[in-house]
């Protein structure tokens, strides 16, 4: 069983900057690759960035591409999303996931395996 922790949300302005943190148990983390996903009211959870195992390869959505950066450190068995130049529209719970099986990052919601519970993130203008 593997349980994910998010942390690191809060309250900020228009064009500041947060840093999440997701911990995870278990001895086999490097094996998973990680996605950050957000959901905000009414709308549908989406896809916000994405790790595999060595780091090596991440993809983002178009939305936040430029401005949030996702990064690993395995032997802290954690993964981050440094987020720059919030909008008030980047506001939401954000929720990472890990995907045992995937070769690629994946964008489906489906492929992933564990999620944590989310921190919310709220952005004022």
């Known amino acids: 069983q593997v349980q994910l922790v998010e942390s690191g949300g809060g309250s900020v302005q228009a064009g500041g900057s947060l840093r999440l943190s997701c911990a995870a148990s278990?001895?086999?983390?490097?094996?998973?690759?990680v996605g950050w996903f957000r959901q905000a009211p009414g709308k549908e959870r989406e896809f916000v960035a994405g790790?595999?195992?060595?780091?090596?390869?991440?993809d983002y959505a178009d939305s936040v591409k430029g401005r949030f950066t996702i990064s690993r450190d395995n032997a802290k068995n954690t993964v981050y999303l440094q987020m720059n130049s919030l909008k008030p529209e980047d506001t939401a719970v954000y929720y990472c996931?890990?995907?045992?099986?995937?070769?690629?990052?994946?964008?489906?919601?489906?492929?992933?395996?564990?999620w944590g519970q989310g921190t919310q993130v709220t952005v004022s203008s």
């Open positions: 278990g001895r086999t983390f490097t094996r998973y690759a």
């Open positions: 996931a890990a995907d045992v099986l995937t070769s690629t990052v994946e964008r489906r919601r489906a492929a992933y395996d564990y």
């Open positions: 790790i595999m195992r060595s780091g090596g390869s991440t």
